[in-house]
């Protein structure tokens, strides 16, 4: 269930798709779904800002079914309840619930099924319950269902009771939807509330139950910002806790920002203040240094990444060198053993294999090879107001410092540019291109000019 607004965290995005642990909080719930049933069987029911949910989330290859009017989560379930008509049973989710488990969500549904039950509740024992239905168990030792006590509705004894409705529900279908129009909106908000099938269910003399989760914390949603960061912050933290189980190692975790789908292999070391996000993958071996900032990009074994990187969408071949303050932009393909360094700057580049680009260089629009030296100050001009173009430097060649590529433009291989170049014309092989003006000396000319100067100055003053 994904239709709410969330009015309490103030904002035009929808609830839904606030962030934690690097992507939308539905996006988790869909991802813990989608291990348990295929993706063309989850239903995700959208409501406020319907098309902006849908957009963001299309990928995931979910339906989405639109409550057009929303008037609570039971009206949710009745809107979808044509396509939901195909199913024996149901299990529904809160779309803002991110740490949910694809195992308590098979657990669930495999208590209630194993239950013959017509409703099966997901529990868990909270310390400060407040705010939360309490779960009134028929007998302490039984999972059958007395009652769920609202917050506001519960005596004072109820309140003590520490097992909260969890807000995960499973049901059989056919009883699900033979009862839901006996739910009412006899409540403050005028709504219908799922909660209540509880009662109808019962009243009707079919079994509803619980199972309780032992990790209450995968059951916890956000209804404010400060929620949003506790939730954020617990993600992050199993994320660390979880990669360094694995073998890898983070100094000082809580300084770190790694988002929940980052994967890293063990031997690799995280230094403090790194952020690592999106999808990144990080092979075996490897050193991030501090204040360094990965989105969705690849890097190898035995990679050194520099203080102050900042890689997007970048692919890193083995044992390169990147840094210190280096910006690989989207399409950067760096190769074996190369070297991109002190603010060099790379878009939709190929550098091969032990290449070099060691010094305050920009490279767009290139296919560099293997065995090239960049010198320090190079730039490929690869746009001329209008188009993008392509420059290409063969294996083994030589770019002298403070030369300039103006695209389209070839150097080929094994050839030199000399020093401060601007290079318009294609380099053939093994040859030397000199793209500069000729040098004048003027012995004296600072004399002179200093003579004349000051001749001007006196002259005015007088």
């Known amino acids: 269930m994904a239709a709410g607004k969330g009015t309490r965290l103030k904002s035009r ?99 209630h099924l194993d239950q013959h039950a017509a409703m099966t509740l997901l529990s868990a024992d909270l310390d400060h319950p407040t705010g939360y239905g309490r779960v009134i168990r028929k007998n302490a030792r039984s999972a059958d269902v007395q009652a769920i006590a609202e917050e506001k509705s519960a005596t004072p004894a109820q309140k003590k009771i520490g097992e909260i409705n969890a807000g995960f529900y499973a049901f059989s279908v056919p009883q699900l939807f033979s009862q839901i129009e006996k739910l009412s909106t006899a409540n403050p908000h005028a709504e219908y509330y799922l909660t209540d099938m509880a009662a109808v269910l019962r009243q009707a003399r079919q079994p509803v139950v619980v199972w309780k989760t032992e990790n209450a914390k995968e059951v916890l949603g956000a209804n404010t910002r400060a929620e949003l960061a506790v939730l954020d912050e617990q993600m992050r933290m199993a994320k ?32 403090p203040f790194v952020q690592i996000l999106g999808r990144t993958r990080i092979g075996s071996s490897c050193r991030i240094r501090s204040y360094s900032v990965i989105r969705d990009s690849k890097i190898a074994d035995s990679v050194l990444v520099r203080p102050g990187c900042i890689l997007e969408e970048a692919s890193i071949g083995p044992a390169a060198v990147i840094g210190p303050y280096s910006h690989l932009r989207p399409g950067s393909e760096i190769g074996e053993g190369a070297h991109v360094g002190n603010f060099v700057e790379t878009k939709k580049i190929k550098l091969g294999k032990g290449s070099k680009a060691n010094h305050l260089t920009y490279l767009g629009d290139a296919e560099i090879g293997a065995g090239v030296n960049i010198g320090a100050g190079t730039i490929t001009c690869n746009y001329d107001g209008i188009s993008k173009h392509t420059t290409v430097i063969e294996d083994g060649v030589f770019i002298g410092s403070d030369s300039t590529l103006v695209a389209p433009v070839r150097v080929g291989k094994g050839a030199y540019v000399a020093a401060a170049s601007c290079i318009t014309s294609d380099v053939p092989e093994d040859a030397l291109a000199i793209a500069r003006a000729q040098q004048i000396v003027k012995a004296g000319w600072p004399s002179k000019k200093r003579a004349a100067r000051k001749a001007t100055t006196t002259s005015l003053s007088s």
């Open 13 to 111: 995005l929808p609830k839904v798709l606030h962030e934690v642990g690097g992507k939308p909080l539905l996006a988790h719930v869909i991802a813990a779904a989608t291990r348990v049933v295929p993706a063309s069987d989850v239903f995700t029911i959208i409501g406020y800002e319907a098309e902006r949910v849908r957009s963001a989330l299309a990928s995931t290859g979910v339906n989405f079914v639109l409550q057009s009017e929303q008037r609570g989560t039971g009206h949710a379930l009745m809107v979808a309840s044509k396509p939901l008509a195909a199913y024996d049973h149901v299990i529904v989710l809160s779309g803002d619930a991110p740490q949910i488990t694809p195992q308590t969500i098979a657990s669930l549904l495999n208590f």
């Open 240 to 271: 660390c806790r979880h990669l360094m189980a694995e073998g890898v190692t983070i100094f000082y975790p809580a300084t770190c920002v790694i988002d929940t789908d980052v994967e890293i292999a063990s031997d690799t070391v995280i230094e």
